[in-house]
């Protein structure tokens, strides 16, 4: 389907941006050892590697670990995460930029990890759902998600709880409202959890509660 070019993309990307882009600017940047026509040689040229077709290992820090995949460059982070990984909490919906429910943090910001390419995150700090907290010792807003009853399909949450925690992370105390709409931007829940996901983001900052 077309997509509407008077409609901002979600944090910044979209689908066909990825692979006409940024994704073919990754490419690019993964061709190893060829300097390309007309480019510098020495020091100061671009440090061309050439990666692919086939599969190729990727270093990864996620939740803290250092991790080494083999995929294909073609393959998203949220697919090394999910199928290599086996780290499940970030969630493949709409697989475009539009929904969040795949919402991790890249060097500790927010990202669509349907749209960035595992190779993109080489090298680089990956922080799953699962690396918040797990049963037992549940970070402050996936506890106040559960008091405050702010889910109920268990797709949307995980992003959710993601974009909560950056805004709780980022504010602290003073989290405004405005602050955790905006965060929370590029997350759809189709049954409208929303005032729930508000109360929860407050009370995880330490208001009320
Ligand atoms: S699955 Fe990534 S934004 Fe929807
Ligand atoms: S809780 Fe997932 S769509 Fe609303």
Not at 25 to 42: D, I, M, V
Not at 113 to 136: D, H, I, K, M, N
Not at 142 to 152: I, P
Not at 153 to 163: A, H, Q, R
């Amino acid at each position: 389907m077309a997509e509407d070019p008077s409609v901002p993309p979600a944090r910044g990307i979209t689908r066909r941006a990825l692979f006409q882009g940024a994704g073919a600017a990754a490419a690019a940047r993964a061709l190893l050892g060829a300097t390309p026509a007309g480019a510098e040689e020495g020091p100061a040229a671009t440090p061309w590697r050439t990666q692919g077709p086939g599969a190729v290992d990727v270093a990864l820090r996620v939740n803290g670990a250092e991790r080494t995949l083999r995929v294909e460059p073609r393959v998203t982070l949220l697919e090394a995460l999910r199928l290599d990984l086996d780290l499940t909490g970030a969630k493949p919906v709409c697989d475009r930029s539009q929904c969040g429910a795949c919402t991790v943090w890249l060097d500790g910001r927010t990202v669509h990890a349907c749209s960035v390419l595992a190779v993109e995150a080489e090298g680089r700090e990956v922080t799953t759902v699962e690396g918040l907290g797990q049963p037992g010792r549940l970070h402050p807003v996936q506890r106040a998600f559960v008091e405050e009853d702010a889910l109920q399909c268990g797709f949307c949450t995980p992003g959710l709880v993601m974009s909560v925690a950056w805004a709780v992370a980022q504010h602290g105390p003073g989290l405004s409202e405005a602050q955790v709409r905006r965060a929370c931007a590029g997350n759809l829940c189709r049954c409208g959890t929303y005032p729930h996901v508000l109360k929860a983001a407050l009370k995880a900052a330490g208001q009320g509660g």
